[in-house]
């Protein structure tokens, strides 16, 4: 992984794009048209990163029923349904409309959950045995990363929370500007800031474990 960015009036950067990049590439073998991973807070889902740069997906939300039910159980929990999907759905209730939802608990082993790794499908699928296993080793895979991320993050405003989800997708300060119709000071302070309660994130806590893709015994 490569070292953390040094964009103009910035300090060292933990390399958020390159964690999400592998984050997405050991999420590809498993079908998705969507994922969340975030860290758990009084009962909600505080989401760290998305599959797509959303604002409303990145908001802390309630645990729905099966979610809590994978985490009190310690293992992944899976929505397969045949029924399919409106088009006009509402995109914000997609993990109550959508037909094939993967809950994945984030834990060391034998510890209590830490956080939670969502992913599901638009449309009609299985997820087999295997995606399940894939999905309980990467949310052991997970743990160091959400741990060193959770405490920082829960510091941030919810524009720095934005702004942290930007550069995470590679955003530049002047990108971040545009996108929040911000004026370049007020993007580049918003940057400082998120570098600033970072600074105990390490490169190295954000590097994803060995995934074990052999078939696990509950």
């Known amino acids: 992984m490569v070292e953390g960015h040094n ?8 390399d958020l794009p390159e964690a999400r990049r592998r984050l997405g590439l050991a999420l590809s073998t498993i ?34 029923p099966l979610a809590r039910l994978a985490l009190f159980e310690r293992k992944p929990t899976v929505i397969n349904s045949v029924i399919e999907t409106d088009e006009a759905t509402n995109e914000y209730d997609w993990e109550l409309d959508w037909p094939a939802i993967l809950y994945a608990p984030v834990a060391e082993r034998g510890q209590r959950p830490i956080g939670l790794l969502i992913v599901g499908c638009r449309q009609d699928h299985w997820y087999s045995d295997d995606d399940v296993t894939l999905a309980h080793n990467l949310g052991a895979s997970l743990a160091p990363m959400v741990a060193a991320l959770r405490g920082p993050l829960s510091r941030l405003s919810v524009a720095e929370t934005a702004v942290a989800q930007l550069l995470s997708h590679g955003f530049s300060s002047q990108e971040i500007a545009r996108a929040m ?14 570098t600033r309660k ?10 994803l474990r060995s995934i074990q893709l052999s078939r696990m015994t509950w």
């Open 7 to 14: 964009l103009p009036g910035m300090g060292q950067l933990p």
């Open 31 to 64: 079908r998705h048209d969507r994922w969340v991973v975030g860290y758990l807070r009084g009962g909600c889902l505080q989401p760290i990163a998305a599959s797509e740069i959303s604002r409303r997906f990145m908001v802390s939300h309630p645990l729905l």
């Open 181 to 194: 119709q911000a004026d370049d000071h007020r993007a580049q302070t918003l940057v400082d800031n998120v």
């Open 198 to 207: 970072l600074q105990s994130v390490s490169t190295r806590d954000l590097m």
